[in-house]
């Protein structure tokens, strides 16, 4: 789990090697609604739960597995 969420939230590196448009990744993509000046708070936020949405469904559907393997390490 906690491997997929470095993953998914890579940012710095995907800004410094990624420039073409069609390539870049989904927090990349964000900086699209913030300038130096203005941010567009109503489309970042809504850009933002859309964006929590497929690993809110992941953890939905190994919620068991991810709770099993973090129980067998504690217990004795």
Same mark, same amino acid.
């Given at each position: *789990? $906690? ?7 890579? $940012?710095? !590196? /995907?800004?410094? =090697? @990624? +420039? ?9 993509? !964000?900086? /699209? $609604?913030? #300038?130096? =000046?203005?941010?567009? =708070?109503?489309? !970042?936020? #809504? ?7 497929? *690993? @809110? /469904? %992941? =953890?939905?559907? $190994?919620?068991? +597995?991810? %709770?099993?393997? @973090?129980? /067998?390490?504690?217990?004795?």
């Amino acid at each position: *789990m $906690f491997s997929a969420l470095s993953c998914w939230n890579e $940012f710095l !590196l /995907a800004l410094l =090697y @990624i +420039q073409d448009d069609s390539l870049k990744t989904i927090p990349t993509g !964000l900086l /699209a $609604f913030s #300038s130096r =000046y203005v941010t567009d =708070y109503g489309l !970042l936020f #809504s850009a933002l739960s859309i964006i929590t949405l497929p *690993m @809110i /469904a %992941v =953890y939905v559907v $190994f919620n068991r +597995q991810v %709770v099993s393997g @973090i129980t /067998a390490g504690s217990l004795k």
